[in-house]
């Protein structure tokens, strides 16, 4: 076979069994927050019509999204993202939902865009929302649960950046921006993270700004204050256990997209490089627009990518040098049996177990087997030990052995593991 059919396609990837428990790992403990909120897992399906994504993104969505006719001449496409299909289920199910609805969903979407880092055409995706209520309090509640995530992760030096769509209009009328070129506008400010004023005062006069309105734009957003719904929200998210330290009013925030109504954050940790790593925000009338149900919602996207990495950073993972795991050897064909009923008692308590799965290998080749997949313990079952009810147990970090009566095994395993 040519080699080249063996690569994968661009800006799609294959994780090995290292990268991938780091990436299970941040997957549970994601889940176990959203549940610990009340939030529901909700799972929708890879392919949906056309007619339903389509001119929901603007032109550049509608150009990156993956379209093909399915085998029965369908006009289908891949999830481009998981509100639209979101908007399709509230349609279609919502007498059969509470309202208010706590959704989260961790599935992969697709996009055709262009490689590089930090961006993949194949990408999990890992939204939370609550639908069907405009209450700050359910603002401060999506705060809270970012909050919370970020903490329970394990770092300590993130900040919270909140504002206020509503914030960003008044002053773009106060700088006499006109209606037409204000989302265009809110878009190139968006950028004031990565580009320095000069810079973005020279794209806004490209799109056609006048320097007076650009002046007084700039003037506004450095020393605005936030509104009564962000002061509303800043004190339901202290009263949910947000510090007050970390949750910082910033007028200039903007958000890229065009539907948000309101509330806008993003998180950002600090000594990490690649920009933020959650956004979100309010948009009362997305699910309107896509269904024509008036459904008013809040929530955010996590970027699982740079979240991963960021732990990497900062070494949050669990030790991945660290042994565990047991393998339970076969001596010979023989012995296959009571190797067998040792692995079933230990995985019925609770111990995490391998037995190995050929019965003609040498004990050699398994010992080197268990010591490349990084186990901790080598189980021993040979005629001896079988005759006498007993074990040999190797410990693969110390290389210490003793042998072990079969009744105490579980404890001798659970005393260790426990102790290390």
Not at 124 to 138: E, F, R, V, W
Not at 380 to 404: A, Y
Request: charged share 30%.
């Amino acid at each position: 076979m040519d080699n080249t059919k063996l690569q994968t396609l661009k800006g799609f990837r294959d994780f090995l069994p290292k990268e991938a428990k780091k990436r299970q790992y941040l997957i549970d403990k994601l889940r176990e927050v959203f549940e610990l909120f009340g939030f529901e897992p909700l799972e929708t399906p890879a392919l949906e019509y056309q007619e339903l994504l389509l001119g929901k993104y603007g032109d550049e969505g509608d150009k990156l999204m993956y379209k093909f006719q399915d085998n029965g001449g369908r006009n289908v496409a891949l999830r481009y993202d998981q509100t639209v299909p979101t908007a399709r289920i509230l349609a279609t199910y919502q007498q059969n939902l509470p309202m208010p609805f706590r959704r989260y969903q961790i599935q992969n979407a697709w996009r055709a865009d262009k490689p590089q880092s930090g961006r993949y055409r194949e990408f999990l995706q890992c939204d939370a929302d609550i639908y069907g209520t405009s209450s700050p309090l359910a603002d401060a509640e999506i705060i809270a649960l970012t909050n919370f995530i970020y903490k329970s992760l394990g770092f300590s030096n993130y900040k919270i950046y909140i504002n206020d769509r509503n914030i960003l209009f008044e002053l773009m009328r106060f700088a006499s921006i006109p209606d037409a070129l204000q989302f265009k506008t809110v878009s190139e400010i968006d950028k004031l993270d990565r580009k320095t004023e000069e810079e973005v005062g020279s794209d806004l006069k490209e799109i056609g700004l006048k320097e007076e309105s650009i002046n007084h734009l700039f003037h506004h957003l450095n020393e605005s204050k936030p509104n009564d719904n962000i002061l509303s929200v800043i004190n339901y998210c202290k009263s949910l256990g947000v510090e007050e330290n970390r949750l910082i009013f910033q007028a200039r925030l903007a958000r890229g997209l065009d539907y948000y109504t309101g509330l806008i954050f993003e998180v950002k940790i600090d000594e990490y490089k690649a920009g933020s790593v959650l956004g979100g925000g309010r948009y009362d009338k997305l699910v309107e627009s896509l269904s024509g149900l008036a459904v008013p919602a809040v929530g955010f996207g996590l970027g699982f990518d740079r979240t991963l990495e960021a732990m990497e950073q900062f070494k949050l993972f669990p030790d991945e040098n660290k042994r565990r795991g047991v393998l339970v050897s076969v001596f010979s064909p023989s012995e296959v049996e009571i190797s067998a009923q040792v692995s079933t008692t230990l995985r019925e308590k609770g111990v995490e177990v391998e037995i190995f799965p050929d019965i003609n290998t040498k004990l050699e080749k398994q010992l080197k087997y268990a010591d490349k997949k990084g186990l901790k313990w080598l189980i021993v079952v040979g005629p001896k030990e079988k005759d006498s009810n007993t074990v040999i147990l190797k410990d693969l970090e110390t290389g210490h052995q003793e042998d072990v009566k079969l009744e105490d095994l579980v404890k001798k395993l659970q005393t260790t593991k426990s102790g290390h």
